[in-house]
């Protein structure tokens, strides 16, 4: 019977573990210093970047928003400064209902999406969370460096709205006088009755018409 | 060197669309869109460069899983454009150039393509069987 040695089977594993990590430092070292990672925004990252990353940012904002505190509604005060908000700062890369991005956000890798159907895959407090920190290795701001803290929330009403807004609705909007709140989405709509948003506003400037341009 | 993430994009391009040729293989013939002109990689590459998937589920086009749009899978067997317009190459290539003139008012936006480009998109949404 042959003795047993463990010391030299643990020996040559440890050899084989520090030789495995300085071949895999040598390899990360040369994609680092040498540029074998393509930097380009020209070919959009590969199935498992793209994966990796993404996967990264939706766990990554699940954490930070866990234990955020979040409104339970929001008001159509809220809902229309977060359109102002939005017209001005994110719909030429985030675009609209039926309103495109600027043309040139296809050479933005990855590619900023349309939203609106954002608040139906995060939670007010997921969403509070990548519009105030932003999403790093992307072209998505900070908005908490150049917003306050009320503004990013007004933002968030807005995105919690969008599903509820057609093309006629969000070009309607842009019509209103920005200094009034005369946003009224209509008691019966679809709107208030799926948010739960009080009808603060009296004037039916405009009203939600269920997608139909220039319906209601 | 740079040319190894293109050779792996292709393979991955070809495993996304054997994959799903080989997952369904429904009774019936496909319409064929034989003499169509369009590159189907291509427009595959376009698809993910315009966000299509941010409103749309397209088989073989990374995240994208939208909830916005109708699902366009197996668009090639497809029967209706929009709910509005026969699925014909060039009724296709139509709504894609100009989804509010078709349609004014939906929710598609009116993406600056040319001809080129929607052909295409087209030939790839006519890989999804």
């Not at chain 1, 807004?165 to 008691?187: E, N, V």
């Amino acid at each position: 019977m042959v003795p047993i040695r463990p010391w030299r089977a643990l020996a040559w594993m440890a050899a084989g573990a520090l030789l495995t990590l300085v071949a895999m430092g040598a390899v990360g070292l040369l994609v680092v210093e040498d540029g074998l990672f393509s930097a380009s925004a020209v070919t959009p990252h590969g199935a498992f970047l793209g994966w990796a990353t993404h996967t990264t940012m939706i766990h990554s904002v699940a954490r930070s928003a866990r234990d955020a505190p979040a409104p339970r509604r929001f008001s159509q005060a809220q809902v229309a400064q977060g359109f102002r908000l939005y017209d001005r700062h994110c719909a030429m890369c985030h675009g609209g209902p039926g309103l495109p991005r600027e043309s040139w956000t296809r050479g933005l890798s990855p590619t900023p999406p349309y939203l609106l159907d954002a608040a139906r895959r995060w939670t007010p407090a997921q969403l509070k969370v990548i519009v105030a920190d932003g999403v790093k290795m992307t072209a998505m701001p900070a908005w908490s460096l150049t917003l306050g803290e009320a503004e990013t929330w007004d933002l968030v009403a807005f995105l919690e709205a969008l599903p509820y807004l057609s093309a006629a609705d969000y070009q309607a909007m842009r019509r209103i006088s920005p200094y009034r709140c005369s946003i009224s989405f209509g008691q019966a709509g679809a709107f208030c009755r799926n948010t739960g948003i009080p009808p603060e506003c009296d004037i039916g400037r405009w009203r939600y018409n269920g997608g139909v341009p220039g319906g209601a | 060197m740079r040319r190894r993430p293109a050779t792996l994009g292709r393979l991955a391009t070809a495993l996304a669309l054997a994959l799903p040729a080989a997952a369904c293989s429904a009774s019936g013939p496909t319409p064929k869109w034989a003499d169509f002109g369009g590159d189907a990689s291509r427009g595959q590459v376009t698809i993910g460069r315009l966000g299509c998937g941010s409103c749309h589920e397209i088989p073989g086009v990374p995240d994208a899983h939208g909830l916005t749009g109708p699902p366009l899978t197996r668009f090639a067997r497809r029967t209706m454009v929009a709910g509005l317009l026969p699925n014909t190459p060039a009724n296709l290539v139509r709504w894609l150039r100009d989804p509010q003139g078709v349609l004014p008012g939906n929710a598609m936006p009116q993406a600056d393509l040319s001809e080129a480009q929607a052909r295409d998109i087209a030939a790839y949404l006519y890989t999804l069987d």
